[in-house]
């Protein structure tokens, strides 16, 4: 082990020296976490006569992206092997370690386990834990470490909650934020909160488990504008909801509205000329994202991956067909986030810095209605969640722009 050349940060060696059989600790963004996790892994792998050791991520592609290259790096002094084929490491004292999604809980069944890490728990669902990995466990009285950001007061805080109670003996819990890490610059992390809202911040580098509640935004936070800016280039974000089929059933108030949101982006933020909703059937759906997009051209267009996509996609290609008018529609993903960590992600700083203006319009009150009210599951939010993926879309399409690659002038007049 004195090949490792392990050297911690002063919180991460509070870790190490705790002995309680499972560790909770819940930390800030780049606090120095997965490298804490390597180490562990590393060095309780190498004390493994029998059994296996697993790091654990939300997902096996975030394993393979956190964890792989760090133990290669660290761990090359004690490392006989790797298979990045189905990421495992294997030891100069014949133990592996693997790394395993939680979506993909059948990969984790049956086997006994001596140590393990849970990355990111929050991101998990509790049962992964609770049966598959904890039974695992229980032959070898193996031993766990969890670690990760909150996301607010769910089965993480519950496990963190447990540990800071001392009812259980083999439990502790430990809370660190951003600024635990000295090698982190303490001016980084204050221009970080200049950019962020409060909430995100706290969340994301104080480590704080708040719930979200129903004032996420804030009223001072809204301004208007009728002036639209002159300079930047539009973007149509689409959330689609299941389509009006005409029946009775179908006028229902619960039914979601579908929501193209119309958003001029530039370096001051963006402006939001127009959102238009709505319950339509397939075929105006259709009709409408082509009138939208022909109307103001807008260098991308988005629409949310989904059923009612490749439900409205045949139509919209009809009407391009008849028109003669062809545009690039690109698929819109949850980014493995839920709906509300999303929306708060990419609107809550931006109304709170003043980086969001409304143009005024009819659809203004139910805008702020859904704003105001989120997430109350009891409102709609489809107009506020069109709008959040316009982070997503922006981002896209400037990286596609700005895609360097070498041209042949073959015309001075006709250009390349």
């Given at each position: 082990?004195?090949?490792?050349?392990?050297?911690?940060?002063?919180w991460?060696?509070e870790?190490?020296?705790?002995?309680?059989?499972?560790?909770?600790?819940?930390?800030?963004?780049?606090?120095?976490k997965?490298?804490?996790?390597?180490?562990?892994?590393?060095?309780?792998?190498?004390?493994?006569?029998?059994?296996?050791?697993?790091?654990?991520a939300?997902?096996?592609?975030?394993?393979r992206?956190?964890?792989?290259?760090?133990?290669?790096?660290?761990?090359?002094?004690?490392?006989?092997?790797?298979?990045?084929?189905?990421?495992?490491?294997?030891?100069?004292?014949?133990?592996?370690?693997?790394?395993?999604?939680?979506?993909?809980?059948?990969?984790?069944r049956?086997?006994?386990l001596?140590?393990?890490?849970?990355?990111?728990?929050?991101?998990?669902?509790?049962?992964?834990?609770?049966?598959?990995?904890?039974?695992?466990?229980?032959?070898?009285?193996?031993?766990?470490?969890?670690?990760g950001?909150?996301?607010?007061r769910?089965?993480?805080?519950?496990?963190?909650?447990?540990?800071?109670?001392?009812?259980?003996?083999?439990?502790?819990?430990?809370?660190?934020?951003?600024?635990d890490?000295?090698?982190?610059?303490?001016?980084?992390?204050?221009?970080?909160?200049?950019?962020?809202?409060?909430?995100?911040?706290?969340?994301?580098?104080?480590?704080?488990?708040?719930?979200?509640?129903g004032?996420?935004?804030?009223?001072?936070?809204?301004?208007?504008?009728?002036?639209?800016?002159?300079?930047?280039?539009?973007?149509?974000?689409?959330?689609?909801?299941?389509?009006?089929?005409?029946?009775k059933?179908s006028?229902?108030?619960?039914?979601?509205?579908s929501?193209?949101?119309?958003?001029?982006?530039?370096?001051?933020?963006?402006?939001v000329?127009?959102?238009?909703?709505?319950?339509?059937?397939?075929?105006?759906?259709?009709?409408?994202?082509?009138?939208?997009?022909a109307?103001?051209?807008?260098?991308?267009?988005?629409?949310?991956?989904?059923?009612?996509?490749?439900?409205?996609?045949?139509?919209?290609?009809?009407?391009?067909?008849?028109?003669?008018?062809?545009?690039?529609?690109?698929?819109?993903?949850?980014?493995?986030?839920?709906?509300?960590?999303?929306?708060?992600?990419?609107?809550?700083?931006?109304?709170e810095?003043?980086?969001?203006?409304?143009?005024k319009?009819?659809?203004?009150?139910?805008?702020?209605?859904?704003?105001f009210?989120?997430?109350?599951?009891?409102?709609?939010?489809?107009?506020?969640?069109s709008?959040?993926?316009?982070e997503?879309?922006?981002?896209?399409?400037?990286?596609?722009?700005?895609?360097?690659?070498?041209?042949?002038?073959?015309?001075?007049?006709?250009?390349?």
């Amino acid at each position: 082990m004195s090949n490792l050349n392990i050297q911690l940060l002063p919180w991460q060696q509070e870790v190490w020296n705790d002995h309680h059989r499972f560790k909770v600790v819940a930390a800030g963004r780049r606090t120095g976490k997965s490298r804490l996790a390597a180490y562990l892994l590393l060095v309780n792998a190498l004390q493994v006569s029998k059994g296996h050791v697993f790091y654990v991520a939300p997902t096996q592609g975030q394993a393979r992206d956190i964890m792989w290259q760090t133990l290669l790096e660290i761990g090359h002094p004690v490392i006989s092997g790797s298979h990045i084929n189905n990421l495992q490491i294997k030891l100069i004292n014949g133990a592996t370690i693997s790394l395993k999604g939680a979506d993909r809980p059948e990969t984790m069944r049956g086997v006994s386990l001596k140590y393990l890490v849970m990355d990111e728990y929050s991101d998990m669902k509790p049962e992964v834990w609770e049966q598959i990995l904890r039974p695992a466990l229980a032959d070898q009285k193996g031993a766990a470490l969890f670690i990760g950001t909150p996301m607010g007061r769910n089965h993480f805080y519950d496990l963190y909650k447990h540990g800071l109670s001392g009812d259980d003996e083999t439990f502790s819990s430990f809370h660190y934020t951003s600024f635990d890490n000295p090698l982190l610059d303490p001016n980084e992390i204050e221009a970080a909160k200049k950019s962020m809202s409060s909430f995100a911040f706290r969340q994301e580098f104080m480590a704080s488990f708040e719930a979200q509640g129903g004032d996420l935004f804030k009223d001072e936070w809204i301004k208007f504008d009728e002036d639209e800016p002159s300079d930047g280039d539009y973007y149509i974000a689409i959330d689609l909801a299941g389509f009006d089929d005409g029946s009775k059933a179908s006028k229902s108030k619960k039914l979601d509205n579908s929501a193209i949101s119309v958003v001029k982006v530039n370096t001051n933020g963006w402006y939001v000329k127009e959102i238009i909703h709505g319950r339509w059937e397939v075929k105006q759906t259709a009709k409408k994202i082509f009138d939208v997009v022909a109307k103001y051209e807008p260098v991308a267009i988005g629409i949310e991956r989904g059923i009612a996509r490749q439900a409205v996609m045949p139509y919209l290609h009809d009407i391009m067909k008849r028109q003669q008018t062809f545009f690039r529609v690109d698929e819109l993903t949850h980014g493995n986030k839920k709906k509300a960590d999303r929306i708060v992600w990419a609107l809550q700083g931006r109304f709170e810095n003043g980086q969001i203006t409304l143009n005024k319009g009819d659809w203004n009150y139910e805008f702020l209605d859904e704003l105001f009210q989120f997430p109350n599951t009891m409102v709609h939010d489809d107009l506020i969640d069109s709008l959040s993926y316009i982070e997503q879309l922006a981002k896209v399409a400037y990286v596609l722009d700005y895609e360097e690659e070498e041209y042949e002038m073959t015309d001075s007049i006709a250009g390349y």
